[in-house]
């Protein structure tokens, strides 16, 4: 799991530790046995899975879908094979070629190449550096453009654990009416008392428009989503080809 940085401590983030021979220690400090974040069913996905594949009602991926919606207040959401693969088909669903794209140097390097394959205009960004991404979007909106902006960023960076400011993104993001997109693969169960993480613990999940993440890792479960703020842009990628 990644290092807590400067960032989560200043926010008093409870955070889970990996399990180890001693178990799972939780915010309080306290050892559980033999139990992991997965263990603790957080989308109360196990008994329900279990009578998913005992009966024809309800369909499992529609089940978890559903829970993944609870789970991260947003009202929609759509499964894939892995993490990976979310990337891979939600970008190009998104993007058009005259939209502009700041991409945070951190980020799944399925990121960059799918931003490229797009087409779309792609400028990098140092990791988890707001100063940098305000400039590149007040310079871009001195520019005579057609498309849209978009910032991509991990929550938190898979190599290097750079955690991002999300609250402070997510107003940046609102005030030039740019489209966030955040990879939550490597918080996302691991950190906040609810596991929303590091949105959770920073009060902005309300704030982000696209959520992609890996479930392997933390949920015990194969594959990956994609959690939408507008309903609209899931239609978008549900109808585009595969």
């Known amino acids: 799991m990644p290092r807590p940085s400067a960032l989560l401590l200043r926010h008093a983030v409870p955070i889970w530790s990996s399990p180890d021979r001693g178990g799972m220690r939780g915010p309080s400090g306290h ?22 594949r005992l009966s024809a009602d309800p369909d499992p991926a529609a089940l978890l879908t559903e829970r993944l ?6 009202p929609a959401v759509l499964s894939f094979a892995s993490g990976a693969m979310a990337i891979r088909h939600v970008l190009p669903a998104l993007l058009d070629p005259t939209d502009e794209v700041i991409i945070d140097a951190g980020a799944d390097p399925a990121m960059f190449e799918t931003v490229r394959h797009a087409e779309a205009r792609l400028h990098r960004s140092p990791p988890g550096s707001l100063d940098a991404v305000e400039r590149r979007l007040q310079r871009l909106a001195r520019q005579p453009r057609t498309g849209r902006l978009f910032v991509m960023l991990p929550a938190i960076a898979r190599l290097t654990s750079v955690a991002a400011d999300l609250a402070d993104f997510c107003t940046l993001c609102a005030a030039h009416g740019a489209i966030l997109v955040v990879d939550a693969s490597q918080d996302l169960g691991m950190i906040g008392q609810a596991g929303q993480g590091l949105a959770e613990v920073q009060g902005c999940l309300a704030g982000i428009d696209v959520i992609l993440g890996d479930m392997a890792g933390t949920f015990a479960v194969p594959g990956g989503f994609a959690a939408f703020r507008d309903p609209a842009l899931a239609d978008r990628v549900r109808a585009h080809p595969l």
């Open 31 to 52: 050892r559980a046995p033999g139990r992991n974040f997965a263990a603790l069913d957080p989308l109360l996905l196990s008994r329900d899975l279990v009578s998913a």
């Open 69 to 74: 919606a609870r789970f991260l207040s947003m």
